[in-house]
């Protein structure tokens, strides 16, 4: 079974400067799909990027950006520029490519501290 | 924008009783699904359906229930309810679609006394 670990449940981050949260996963599977969601007060999960593992190149999405080492199946996520509202629990996500059911398997969650 | 909808934000219930958690998506998803959260283990899959009347044990689905009678409605029902269930429900859903994310409700907090 697949398993995502998240080893850093909190970090903390001056305004302006650039934070890497960390993510490892377990699979046996080579195609598979990974993600980071945002969790801010309000609760309400919002996808902050996706990565397809077959694709090579990282992805990015304006000031996040994901180092993604499918060998050492390691999944980043990099903020740079930290804004006060980036403020909140950051969770990443594997999804098996096999089935297609869409079920995603979650880490246990960062929670980020932005400081002004 | 898609948007699921969850039918309470808090809700406080006395242990035995029969709780019913509902949540709907305006999307036309095939997929739904119900996670609960807590501190330090993340989001944990209690059950999910791919199609109406169709469901799938997540991880943890002792002492939980589902019900999908119509496709854009997916029931969590905690037939007894017990302290340990006290947590954060969040319902999600997503279409038929390789990579597609899931759309998350805002989550029900239920307190189980």
């Known amino acids: 079974a697949q398993t995502v670990t998240q080893s850093q449940p909190e970090m903390s981050v001056q305004e302006a400067e650039t934070v890497t949260l960390s993510c490892t996963y377990d699979?046996?599977?080579?195609?598979?799909?990974l993600f980071w969601y945002k969790q801010p007060p309000s609760r309400q999960m919002i996808l902050v990027i996706r990565?397809?593992?077959?694709?090579?190149q990282n992805a990015t999405e304006n000031r996040f950006s994901v180092n993604f080492q499918k060998a050492a199946k390691s999944f980043s996520l990099k903020i740079s520029d930290s804004q006060l509202g980036d403020a909140a629990m950051y969770f990443c996500?594997?999804?098996?490519?096999?089935?297609?059911?869409?079920?995603?398997?979650f880490g246990q969650g960062t929670t980020l501290q932005v400081k002004p | 924008d898609v948007k699921v909808t969850q039918s309470s934000r808090y809700l406080v219930k006395r242990t035995g009783e029969k709780v019913f958690l509902e949540c709907v998506q305006d999307?036309?998803?095939?997929?739904m699904f119900w996670y609960r959260q807590d501190p330090g283990l993340g989001l944990r899959l209690i059950y999910f359906?791919?199609?109406?009347?169709?469901?799938e044990k997540g991880d943890i689905p002792e002492g939980y229930s589902v019900s999908r009678e119509k496709k854009e409605r997916f029931s969590l029902i905690l037939e007894s309810a017990s302290t340990n269930q006290t947590s954060m429900y969040l319902c999600?859903?997503?279409?038929?679609?390789?990579?597609?994310?899931?759309?998350f409700g805002n989550g029900t907090r239920l307190t189980v006394t």
């Open positions: 990565q397809e593992a077959y694709k090579q």
């Open positions: 999307m036309d998803h095939e997929n």
């Open positions: 999600a859903s997503s279409p038929v679609v390789r990579n597609s994310p899931l759309h």
């Open positions: 359906s791919y199609d109406v009347k169709m469901k």
């Open positions: 699979t046996s599977e080579s195609d598979y799909y």
């Open positions: 996500a594997y999804r098996s490519e096999a089935g297609n059911t869409g079920k995603l398997i």
